[in-house]
């Protein structure tokens, strides 16, 4: 089944412990990225990756850093987490060149992060 | 950059009315605007979209209209079910750009 995988789903952590969130697809899909949603303001992106090796900062990436090794995983790592990063994070990846800029993204399924 | 607003945050019909939302956009070379929607506790999902050479999509109950001298688009859902209970998000990405700006959304609920 084409997917995209995140993990962990759900995760409360403390100030400034690191983590790491995992994403990873089974479409071999280019495109991959990282939004976060908040109420009352949408789905915002976090860092987006254009292929493997190439990374690009999205509109809200200040906190948080990304890596893509391998075409099928993107993680997202926030090395000193903060009550501000609380959110609903979402994984997605596509499989046209600019990602949902002209075709569809496929989300994961979500990992709702907070941080006391 | 792009900025998307959309309206109403929240909206109430009766299963059987129709519901539109609309959305407005600021970067006139915009030419791909889909939406997406979400139910509730589940990841977004692609349920149409539009590009700028056509002013108008159906597919089944749902329909897009573009108004690109306005910079805005709607999202029409006819004959409501409580199936169509979600929250909806459009977007809009210009030319050049590699990603999509999501309006804030809105939470849809069909009253059976």
């Known amino acids: 089944e084409a997917q995209v995988t995140q993990n962990p789903r759900y995760l409360i952590t403390v100030t400034g412990k690191k983590l790491t969130v995992t994403c990873s697809q089974n479409m071999n899909h280019e495109y991959m990225s990282w939004y976060r949603q908040d109420p009352g303001l949408g789905l915002r992106q976090i860092y987006y990756?254009?292929?493997?090796?190439?990374?690009d900062k999205g509109d809200v990436p200040e906190g948080y850093k990304v890596s893509r090794k391998e075409k099928r995983n993107f993680p997202l790592i926030l090395e000193s987490p903060s009550p501000n990063q609380t959110s609903l994070y979402f994984c997605?990846?596509?499989?046209?060149?600019?990602?949902?800029?002209?075709?569809?993204?496929?989300f994961g399924e979500g990992s709702r992060l907070t941080v006391l | 950059g792009e900025n998307v607003e959309q309206h109403p945050s929240t909206l109430s019909v009766q299963e059987g009315d129709s519901a539109v939302i609309k959305c407005t956009y600021s970067d006139s070379a915009s030419n791909y605007f889909p939406w997406y929607k979400q139910e509730l506790g589940k990841r977004p999902q692609l349920i149409i979209d539009?590009?700028?050479?056509?002013g108008e999509k159906k597919d089944q109950r749902i329909a897009v209209t573009l108004n690109k001298t306005a910079k805005h688009f709607s999202l029409h859902i006819t004959e409501t079910q409580p199936e169509d209970s979600a929250v909806y998000f459009c977007?809009?990405?210009?030319?050049?750009?590699?990603?999509?700006?999501f309006g804030s959304g809105t939470r849809l609920q069909v009253q059976p």
């Open positions: 977007a809009a990405s210009a030319p050049g750009r590699r990603a999509l700006t």
């Open positions: 990756s254009m292929n493997v090796e190439v990374t």
């Open positions: 997605a990846s596509s499989p046209t060149p600019r990602g949902g800029a002209t075709g569809e993204l496929f």
């Open positions: 539009i590009r700028s050479n056509v």
